[in-house]
């Protein structure tokens, strides 16, 4: 099975930038679940998707959060604009969550 | 509601068997159990997964009660590269629904 790259691996930006992570590769018809990682909270599900298609986006502020797949094989996580309290490394995972990318460590000042 | 508890953590001396248990008392009938850890720095990692039989792979054996209410995760003979969070989860196999992580275990392989 290919594994799950993330990408950036790091990213820092200034608070109200657009900022977009990547997953990939998204093989058929898998399943795809966006985490966020802090110290406080640990590892929060976001959102998971599967053929394009939200199955629970409950966890994720939508007002400055997106998650698509723009094609068959890559999955990404937008937020716009970010804020300080988006500061955290963010993971995606594919299929049934057996394979984790190893995160983009966002930092948003 | 948290599904599962875990001890905060543990050590375990190199070349021992770690014991690593879980308690999840709520579990339905449909639901596996199933366990992930995460290296510093590093996305979680499956390890292992069973509904009520024993399951043993190359990396770990998993020993599940009879009654189901609680796990053991078993690492043979443990490194220093298997320090680590180890996560318990529970949740319905071979359907895509979510997958939540809790705190997990902290564990400390000591030489």
């Known amino acids: 099975d290919a ?7 790091h990213k820092v930006t200034e608070m109200g930038q657009e900022v977009t992570m990547r997953c990939q590769p998204i093989l058929g ?34 007002d ?25 490394v963010y993971f995606c995972a594919r299929g049934t969550g057996w394979h984790f990318g190893n995160g983009t460590r966002l930092t948003v000042t | 509601d948290a599904k599962t508890t875990q001890p905060t953590s543990m050590d375990c001396a190199e070349g021992r068997a770690a014991n690593l248990p879980c308690n999840h008392s709520t579990i339905s009938g449909n639901e596996y159990v199933y366990w992930y850890r995460q290296i510093h720095s590093q996305g979680p990692q499956y390890i292992i997964h069973g509904l009520k039989n024993n399951e043993t792979n190359e990396m770990a ?3 599940i009660t009879e009654d189901r209410k609680s796990s053991t995760l078993i690492l043979p003979h443990a490194t220093l590269r298997d320090t680590a969070v180890y ?3 529970v949740r319905v196999a071979q359907v895509n629904n979510d997958m939540r992580f809790g705190a997990g275990t902290r564990l400390t392989v000591k030489p």
Not at chain 1, 80 to 88: F, L, M, T, Y
Request: with cysteine; charged share 20%.
């Open chain 2, 61 to 63: 054996s998993l020993i």
């Open chain 1, 3 to 9: 594994r799950v790259t993330q990408t950036p691996r």
């Open chain 2, 87 to 89: 996560y318990c989860i």
């Open chain 1, 64 to 88: 400055r959060f997106s998650a698509e797949m723009p094609d068959a094989t890559l999955a990404t996580l937008k937020i716009q604009p970010s804020e300080p309290r988006d500061s955290a």
């Open chain 1, 29 to 62: 018809h898998n399943t795809v679940f966006w985490y966020r990682q802090t110290m406080m909270q640990g590892l929060e599900l976001l959102a998971y998707f599967r053929n394009r298609a939200p199955l629970d986006d409950s966890g994720m502020p939508k």
